[in-house]
């Protein structure tokens, strides 16, 4: 064929042959190689315009992954959302030391060949008797898997990155004007005139279906999403190597019955696996089964009527997930909640009374000074009075006449003045530490913020899509 094809190259029938191949190859996914449209580029992202490669980025994963406890390995190669997670600070990570590097080229900063490897020298693990060994070098860096420039790469990054931050961590120093006005604020006491409407000291009549009905216009009951959810699974110990292949061949073959139209609890049955189904599952009303974790939550929300999952590894076994039916959310029926709808109205009807009420010893405070069945309180910003109450104690400037809004009540106010606080040398010390902290830290953050700007992150979706997604 190949042969007929040399020697006919121009001929009419060659060039449809040809043709013919071609579009096969584009079928088959290899349109890049037969158009020279190949690459070697595999680049996962830039950062600042730097490649990071996808190798650096299994490099990294590799050595979090190795550096974490069995069961937290698990978690993440069970769990697709914490996979998901895992994957995702993996990128972050790696950026956030690329913008180091790269701002500390900008700025001029060097690591010397000669830091790095007395640094080497001075690492306890390489050393024998209190001196740097070879032999302990390339042994750890053996069993480590690591090489000498990634041991050396490390040691530079910790270094750029500490000359980086340097000026970031670096404590500073409070005024003692701010820390005292931190320290009067927090402290203070008020001293406050209130008095209490009760919602409960009103009486309401009994509502017509009328006015019932259309209260209920303004206030409707939703009935939250239900789905009814059913799901087998194959016990298996996932971390026994010759358990989870046996397993898993009995989990591929369970799965191409129910594929082929068996039912969950027929081939549940016929495997030797457990059924189970819930019915009417919401997302606040979750059954008692620790199959029900967030992840799977999420998954069985996202998914649609009458479909059943691919196969999926838990930490318990292997799961297939089926949604049987799906009642979407919806107004609850008047009649239903006729009896709620009641109570509502006349606590409803309650407010409004008390509201009324509320306005005319607000109304009469501003023209006389006078509040009727007051209480005087002196008031912290966290004690003496109902929370509702002390924000607005110290949200309003002293002199200021109010009403406040709670749950069962409406408070008149009246903030009569403000003493600052005795001096207390030990808080006062506590504080200035605890605002010295919070400076560092919104420095640090805009330090960040600027970095991300300087250096965005650009992430290559299609090497992204292909080896980690």
């Known amino acids: 064929m190949l042969e007929y094809l040399r020697n006919a190259a121009d001929k009419p029938v060659a060039k449809i042959l040809m043709g013919i191949l071609i579009f096969s190859f584009v079928g088959w996914g290899v349109a890049e190689w037969v158009f020279g449209l190949t690459s070697s580029d595999t680049t996962l992202m830039r950062v600042g315009g730097e490649k990071v490669s996808i190798q650096q980025y299994t490099n990294m994963k590799s050595n979090e992954l190795s550096g974490m406890?069995?069961?937290?390995?698990?978690?993440?190669?069970?769990?697709?959302?914490?996979?998901?997670?895992?994957?995702?600070?993996?990128?972050?990570?790696?950026?956030?030391?690329?913008?180091?590097?790269?701002?500390?080229?900008?700025?001029?900063?060097?690591?010397?060949?000669?830091?790095?490897?007395?640094?080497i020298r001075e690492i306890p693990q390489f050393q024998e008797k209190g001196k740097f060994s070879p032999a302990a070098f390339d042994v750890v860096l053996r069993n480590s898997g690591l090489t000498e420039s990634d041991v050396a790469n490390d040691i530079r990054m910790k270094k750029l990155n500490a000359m980086v931050q340097l000026p970031i961590d670096t404590e500073i120093k409070t005024p003692h004007f701010a820390v005292l006005a931190a320290y009067n604020a927090r402290n203070a006491v008020r001293t406050i005139d209130m008095a209490t409407v009760k919602f409960s000291d009103f009486e309401s009549k009994k509502p017509t279906d009328e006015e019932l009905r259309e209260f209920y216009k303004q206030n409707p009951h939703r009935v939250a999403e239900t789905?009814?959810?059913?799901?087998?699974?194959?016990?298996?110990?996932?971390?026994?190597?010759?358990?989870?292949?046996?397993?898993?061949?009995?989990?591929?073959?369970?799965?191409?019955?129910?594929?082929?139209?068996?039912?969950?609890?027929?081939?549940?049955?016929?495997?030797?696996?457990?059924?189970?189904?819930?019915?009417?599952?919401?997302?606040?009303?979750?059954?008692?089964?620790?199959?029900?974790?967030?992840?799977?939550?999420?998954?069985?929300?996202?998914?649609?009527?009458?479909?059943?999952?691919?196969?999926?590894?838990?930490?318990?076994?292997?799961v297939i997930v089926r949604i049987d039916k799906i009642v979407p959310e919806h107004n609850a029926d008047f009649d239903s909640v006729k009896k709620e709808l009641t109570t509502e109205w006349a606590r409803a009807e309650q407010r409004k009374s008390a509201y009324v009420r509320a306005n005319e010893l607000l109304v009469d405070l501003n023209k006389t000074g006078k509040l009727a069945n007051k209480k005087t309180l002196s008031v912290s910003r966290t004690d003496g009075a109902p929370i509702s109450v002390l924000a607005a104690a110290f949200r309003n400037e002293v002199g200021k006449n109010t009403i406040v809004d709670d749950a069962d009540a409406f408070y008149v106010l009246h903030i009569e003045n403000e003493k600052s606080p005795s001096k207390d040398d030990k808080k006062m010390e506590s504080l200035n530490t605890e605002v010295s902290k919070m400076g560092v830290e919104h420095i640090r953050a805009d330090f960040n913020a600027y970095l991300e700007r300087e250096y965005p992150l650009k992430i290559n979706e299609k090497t992204y899509n292909r080896f980690v997604k």
């Open 69 to 119: 406890a069995r069961e937290e390995q698990r978690k993440i190669y069970t769990d697709p959302t914490a996979m998901s997670a895992f994957q995702d600070g993996v990128i972050k990570r790696i950026a956030s030391i690329k913008r180091t590097e790269l701002h500390a080229r900008d700025l001029g900063y060097v690591v010397s060949d000669h830091l790095v490897a007395n640094e």
């Open 227 to 318: 789905r009814d959810v059913s799901y087998v699974i194959l016990p298996t110990e996932m971390d026994k190597p010759d358990e989870y292949e046996k397993n898993l061949k009995v989990a591929q073959k369970m799965e191409d019955d129910i594929i082929g139209g068996e039912s969950l609890a027929t081939a549940a049955k016929a495997h030797n696996a457990k059924f189970h189904k819930y019915e009417k599952v919401t997302a606040q009303k979750i059954p008692d089964d620790k199959f029900f974790d967030n992840a799977m939550i999420a998954r069985v929300f996202d998914m649609d009527e009458g479909v059943e999952s691919e196969m999926i590894e838990t930490h318990d076994g292997f």
